[in-house]
């Protein structure tokens, strides 16, 4: 069964290909109760269609009135403007800010929401992201599935062939999952960004941790924070996002190559400090 949100970014590229104007709305914040948590999604055509939801109903009939002819009922002596989606950069618009308008509007308990506006989204970037989730859910669920044996296969294959795993099968099927995780990353963010993540995340948690669940934790953790981190500072710099993410993951790594020699020097003074605690208590 397929995510809504895939299906919403596909149906929103299918409307964008076909040169019609749409906009995505994306749930960014939410004061007490709201019927729709953060980060949900809906995209609106221009001849009125909907997919996806953010309020349940009442806000989505607003969205529709404010944006497309839909509602519209013109007559010959009708002075009013017709309705479209506009052009430009993105906006926020907040529903529930008063009582009476929380009560039209079906937001429980006072509730407020803030939605971020994208008028007619880049087709390109969309088909991109959508290839990008396509290629990324298969993938999750493959290794959250087979994590010990492609483990066990890529610290030890002999061990694991006297385990009776399918080496070979291992073996092509993770260059498949590598080549395929490549093939995601380059369509939706770009050679740069694509090699750094493949390599920086890694090598900063083989210098934080020597478990390998740590390690996973640490390189999530890590990508994570420079993926925000970067954004960020693009935004206020006014850079590429990119290079300004890669350049955090320089830092980082840089902080973790430098903080080596403290580690090692605190994991001897632990161990003689041990050695002296154990010599001490046979005394």
């Not at 299918?14 to 999604?41: C, E, F, H, M, Y």
């Not at 906006?91 to 079906?106: L, M, Q, T, V, W």
């Not at 969309?126 to 859910?137: E, F, R, Y």
């Not at 632990?270 to 046979?282: F, M, P, Q």
Request: net charge neutral; with cysteine.
């Amino acid at each position: 069964m397929e995510n809504i949100d895939v299906m919403v970014l596909r149906t929103l590229r299918d409307w964008r290909i076909q040169s019609k104007r749409a906009l995505l709305a994306t749930v960014v914040r939410t004061w007490g109760s709201s019927p729709r948590p953060v980060g949900s999604i809906m995209a609106l055509c221009e001849d009125g269609q909907v997919v996806g939801s953010v309020s349940g109903g009442c806000i989505e009939d607003d969205l529709i009135y404010q944006f497309t002819q839909a509602y519209s009922q013109p007559t010959a002596d009708s002075d009013q403007a017709p309705k479209h989606i506009p052009s430009g950069p993105p906006s926020f618009i907040k529903y529930g800010i008063s009582a009476d308008e929380a009560h039209r509007f079906g937001l429980p308990c006072g509730g407020t929401l803030e939605l971020l506006l994208e008028f007619d989204p880049d087709a390109a970037s969309l088909a991109d992201l959508v290839t990008a989730l396509a290629i990324s859910a298969p993938i999750t669920l493959l290794l959250g599935l087979k994590w010990r044996d492609l483990m066990l296969h890529a610290f030890d294959p002999a061990q694991a062939k006297v385990s009776g795993l399918k080496v070979g099968v291992l073996h092509y099927g993770l260059l498949a999952i590598l080549a395929l995780t490549i093939v995601a990353t380059l369509s939706s963010i770009g050679l740069i960004l694509a090699i750094g993540l493949l390599i920086a995340p890694g090598a900063i948690a083989f210098l934080v941790a020597r478990r390998f669940g740590v390690m996973l934790v640490v390189a999530t953790g890590v990508t994570t924070l420079a993926m925000l981190i970067g954004l960020w500072a693009a935004f206020y710099l006014d850079s590429a996002p990119a290079p300004t993410i890669i350049l955090v993951l320089t830092g980082f790594f840089l902080v973790a190559f430098a903080a080596q020699p403290l580690r090692r020097a605190l994991r001897r003074a632990l161990h003689r400090a041990d050695r002296t605690a154990k010599v001490a208590t046979e005394r």
